[in-house]
């Protein structure tokens, strides 16, 4: 079936530095990818979804110039955080609809700790 | 505004129990709903996918039916095991051309050996 694969599972990095999270589509082509992030102890929460070839969508109150989404291509979609700040240490987790079997497929999440 | 309400938030039974997770959603207009199984600090796992004109699921030991004019759907999980202690989250895609999922707060299952 149709895989998302997602790396790093695990990055810690240092305040002000740059992170970069890859999805990448196994199999399939992922016209649409959403970002999602998971505070402890909360559901998930969008942060914006991707279209390839055209610019991210982000939901109220996600920065978009501190959450850099590129999907350049139907098989890879990337979340930079950029001047990471230990606020934005969470779980942050893609999303890809699955047009064959009208779910979704799932990054495996990646755990980022901003020190 | 679809908004999807998990009861209980926290469940904790001994094993071999056969248990019902609630999801509850106020707009009926809905694409699909799906189940979904998170273990800390891991990522999700897709347990059973609903369409909106379908009554319910099976997988294994995991039952999920859906109910869109009273806006709810139940996930049975029969003879539970120590294994099925995971969070367990759903969530709805509205009908029409929005893709986004709209996600429950989950329910934290502990399955006490």
């Known amino acids: 079936g149709a895989v998302v694969s997602q790396h790093p599972s695990r990055v810690i990095c240092k305040s002000g530095t740059s992170v970069k999270i890859e999805c990448r589509s196994l199999?399939?082509?992922?016209?649409?990818m959403f970002w999602y992030r998971q505070f402890p102890k909360k559901s998930l929460m969008l942060m914006a979804t991707s279209n390839e070839g055209s610019k991210a969508t982000y939901e109220q109150g996600v920065e978009k110039d501190k959450f850099l989404i590129n999907h350049a291509s139907l098989t890879l979609s990337t979340l930079t955080v950029t001047s990471a700040h230990p606020e934005d240490s969470s779980f942050y987790i893609c999303?890809?609809?699955?047009?064959?079997?009208?779910?979704?497929?799932f990054g495996s999440g990646t755990r980022l700790t901003v020190v | 505004k679809q908004e999807v309400t998990q009861i209980p938030a926290a469940l904790s039974v001994p094993e071999g129990e056969n248990l019902v997770l609630n999801c509850s959603f106020t707009d009926s207009a809905i694409y699909n709903l799906q189940w979904f199984r998170q273990d800390p600090g891991k990522g999700l796992t897709s347990l059973l996918l609903i369409q909106s004109s379908q009554r319910e699921q099976t997988s294994g030991r995991l039952n999920a039916s859906l109910d869109k004019s009273s806006g709810r759907s139940t996930l049975y999980i029969a003879a539970s095991q120590p294994g099925d202690s995971a969070t367990y989250l759903c969530a709805v895609r509205n009908a029409g051309n929005n893709r986004k999922l709209i996600w429950g707060l989950g329910t934290s299952l502990a399955v006490n050996p």
């Open positions: 199999d399939f082509q992922a016209t649409t």
């Open positions: 999303i890809s609809r699955d047009e064959a079997n009208y779910g979704y497929t």
